[in-house]
């Protein structure tokens, strides 16, 4: 996703700047009574279709406001295009951007328009606010779905083997030593595509915060450690007790991402720490992935706080530079509403629920979101530490497939990841490190 070419991003910014000037959009309203928003949003297929649905059936209820969208390019050259014109008092009326941690980096309290307390955020889950919370102020809503991280698993051979999903960690394991007994191979592991074995660590989150509530801000500060933190060591606990029961796929070192959902869908293999949200691709190919494929949170050690880690949606923010400020709040109430998330889901079959209150799935909604919308009404919830916290050490996935693969012990991996992560701290300026 991400590029080096400097001059394209430097190019396209200009070009996006002067497209954005010459169509006004801080003109005052048209003759006829009209007023026009500008709309920045990302360029893959998905989020395409997510923003034109949004457009579409706004203009269709407010006949008076268009939308104008404009598609700036994925990763780092998408970030420059949207800090160098947040930073020149260049940007659209609202925009497409991520969530969590990476929002601290536009400089929110200066950028872009604080919505606390604002009618806009009447359907938002609250369980979403912290996530586009920066100073204790709020900036945007829920773009599109969440993703659920943590195990994605084969329904039919838990009903073959007569399974219950697991609450606790004991139970898991007790599940894969009985599809073990069974001939069938209990965990999928691809290491060939080394970020896949981070799951099991980044997907705990919700057991590191049951157990230690503030790890997030005090492993920020440098305050904690994932190595003196017995909850946080939790994950990387996981990776080696499955190595050591032999629960992995043979060839699991070379093994692809594509390779461990095809043994998932098929039943060849029976759970996988993977994200929910890959999953529709499949749907072409293996139709029964929306029924055969169930998704449960990383279990831990307390059955009455069982729950799971998300990854939360992306958002849309008004910029505080916008001559527009109604039509802009009314298209983000637009987006965060029931209305708004059934125009989503007749474009782009969700692979998750929406953090939107009163939106609800459709019927023939992909098992996995339908599993997760269970933990969303639990508010049995936790973002992913990623979005709470803007440390993550570029070498985990090292790490990770080191434990995995039974070379390194959960405690030695934890003291490298620590080491790992202190130099970002540093890098970044953070206070404490």
């Known amino acids: ?155 039919k051979v838990y009903d073959k083997l007569g399974l219950q999903v697991p609450k606790t960690w004991a139970e898991f394991m007790a599940n894969n030593d009985k599809i073990k007994a069974a001939g069938i191979t209990p965990m999928i592991g691809t290491f060939k595509d080394t970020w896949t074995s981070q799951i099991f660590v980044l997907a705990d989150y919700y057991n590191v915060q049951s157990a230690a509530p503030t790890f997030a801000q005090d492993y920020t500060a440098g305050k904690v450690k994932y190595a003196s933190t017995p909850a946080a060591l939790g994950g990387f606990q996981h990776l080696a007790d499955v190595h050591a029961k032999d629960y992995l796929n043979k060839g699991y070192g070379s093994a692809t991402l594509d390779q461990g959902l095809k043994l998932l869908v098929e039943g060849k293999g029976a759970h996988y720490a993977m994200l929910s949200g890959l999953l529709p691709p499949l749907l072409a190919t293996y139709p029964q992935t929306a029924t055969d494929v169930g998704f449960f949170g990383v279990p831990g050690t307390d059955v009455a706080k069982n729950g ?8 849309i923010y008004i910029a505080k530079t916008t001559e527009h400020l109604d039509a802009a709040k ?4 637009f987006v965060a509403s029931p209305a708004g998330t059934e125009a989503v889901t007749a474009a782009v079959p969700p692979s998750g629920p929406y953090r939107v ?72 300026g953070l206070a404490g490190w």
């Open 308 to 315: 799971a880690t998300v990854w939360e949606p992306a958002a």
């Open 1 to 155: 996703m991400k590029t080096s070419h400097r001059t394209l991003a430097t190019a396209l910014a200009v070009l996006a700047t002067a497209a954005l000037t010459s169509c006004g959009s801080g003109a005052e309203p048209a003759a006829d009574g009209t007023v026009t928003l500008s709309f920045m949003t990302g360029s893959d297929q998905s989020t395409v279709d997510t923003s034109k649905a949004l457009a579409n059936a706004f203009m269709k209820a407010n006949p008076t406001i268009k939308i104008e969208v404009e598609h700036q390019p994925g990763g780092s050259e998408g970030d420059n295009v949207i800090k160098t014109r947040l930073a020149t008092g260049e940007m659209t009326d609202v925009f497409w951007y991520n969530s969590g941690s990476l929002l601290q980096a536009l400089n929110p309290a200066q950028t872009l328009v604080d919505l606390t307390g604002d009618p806009v955020l009447a359907n938002v889950q609250e369980d979403y606010l912290p996530v586009v919370t920066q100073g204790g102020k709020v900036f945007g809503v829920p773009a599109t779905t969440l993703t659920g991280g943590g195990i994605l698993y084969n329904r």
């Open 357 to 428: 209150k009163g939106s609800k799935l459709p019927e023939d909604a992909l098992q996995v979101a339908k599993d997760l919308q269970i933990y969303i009404d639990n508010k049995a919830t936790a973002p992913a530490l990623e979005f709470l916290s803007p440390i993550k050490g570029p070498s985990l996935e090292q790490i990770t497939v080191a434990v995995g693969s039974g070379l390194t012990p959960p405690a030695e991996a934890a003291a490298q990841y620590d080491q790992d992560v202190e130099k970002q701290a540093k890098q970044l």
């Open 330 to 333: 009314k298209f983000l109430a």
